[in-house]
T-cell receptor, first 112, second 112 residues
């Protein structure tokens, strides 16, 4: 099935550093979603984006809906140990029976 | 308060057996989903039901049969289990017209 390109695949950073990751698609989306998955748990929705150019924050997390509608970005500022996990992007087109297209995830490790 | 719940959390069984996984959501959502997450963490949609009606049915072996007795429940029955069925299975739900999917904690299925 279709997948989104998500980069980087993994990151290992020091506590306090900022983190950036992105997701790109060959097709246009109307919605971009960012999820975080902790070990042994289900994905949890972090941020939802509905409009091209939209910039939305959730605490230390900021996500942007790319102008071309083919990409999205997630930034985490001042990382802390509990930011560890896998971050997934997902895109949705209105006419696709609500079927999300998922990225392969960015695995984040934070060194205290 | 559990929003999307799944039982069991862990399921270990022999090849050839038949097993079921149950899912319930108390969010008042109309649409429910089953995903399979493999060892590489890719989330693959399997099925989606909207108010008890099947709307997404990906290329899944017919050994997998979803059943939705009402819009708050979506169960997954698997016949003749195979080694390759070992994975984590996630249930999710959303509003019928909504893009944001909420996930359960997952069921880790191990086929021996």
């Amino acid at each position: 099935g279709q997948q989104l390109n998500q980069n980087p695949q993994s990151m290992f950073i020091q506590e306090g550093e900022d983190v950036s990751m992105n997701c790109t698609s060959s097709s246009i989306f109307n919605t971009w979603l960012w999820y975080k998955q902790d070990p042994g748990e289900g994905p949890v929705l972090l941020i939802a984006l509905y409009k091209a150019g939209e910039l939305t924050s959730n605490g230390r997390l900021t996500a942007q809906f790319g102008i071309t509608r083919k990409d999205s970005f997630l930034n985490i500022s001042a990382s802390i140990p509990s930011d560890v996990g896998i971050y997934f992007c997902a895109g949705l087109n209105a006419g696709n029976n609500r079927k999300l297209i998922w990225g392969l995830g960015t695995s984040l490790a934070v060194n205290p | 308060d559990t929003a999307v719940s799944q039982t069991p959390k862990y399921l270990v069984t022999q090849m050839g057996n038949d097993k079921s996984i149950k899912c319930e959501q108390n969010l008042g959502h109309d649409t429910m989903y089953w995903y399979k997450q493999d060892s590489k963490k890719f989330l693959k949609i399997m099925f989606s039901y909207n108010n008890k009606e099947l709307i997404i049915n990906e290329t899944v072996p017919n050994r997998f049969s979803p059943k939705s007795p009402d819009k708050a429940h979506l169960n997954l029955h698997i016949n003749s289990l195979e080694l390759g069925d070992s994975a984590v299975y996630f249930c999710a739900s959303s509003l019928a017209g909504g893009n944001e999917q909420f996930f359960g904690p997952g069921t880790r299925l191990t086929v021996l």
